[in-house]
């Protein structure tokens, strides 16, 4: 078995669902993101300016969690 190769077993020749079971694999490991991400070549500067705008969204994700809510009377 190889370290980075996935594997998915097709049982009663049903490969529709060994196909959705291999997806859901390369989902969670989160490779078809990578492959993504490494299609094309980001400069430093565009991905420090990608991460701190996903930053400013989460912080405000998380502020607006906190806000109270509104009084209904």
């Known amino acids: 078995m190889s ?38 070549y980001t400069k430093p500067t565009v991905a420090k300016k990608i991460a701190k705008a996903q930053a400013v969204k989460r912080w405000q994700r998380y502020l607006k969690s906190q806000e109270l809510p509104p009084k209904l009377f």
């Open 3 to 40: 370290r980075n190769g996935k594997k998915v077993i097709v049982h009663d020749n049903n490969v529709d669902r060994a196909l959705q079971k291999f997806k859901k694999k390369i989902a969670e490991d989160g490779l078809l993101l990578e492959l993504q991400n490494r299609q094309f």
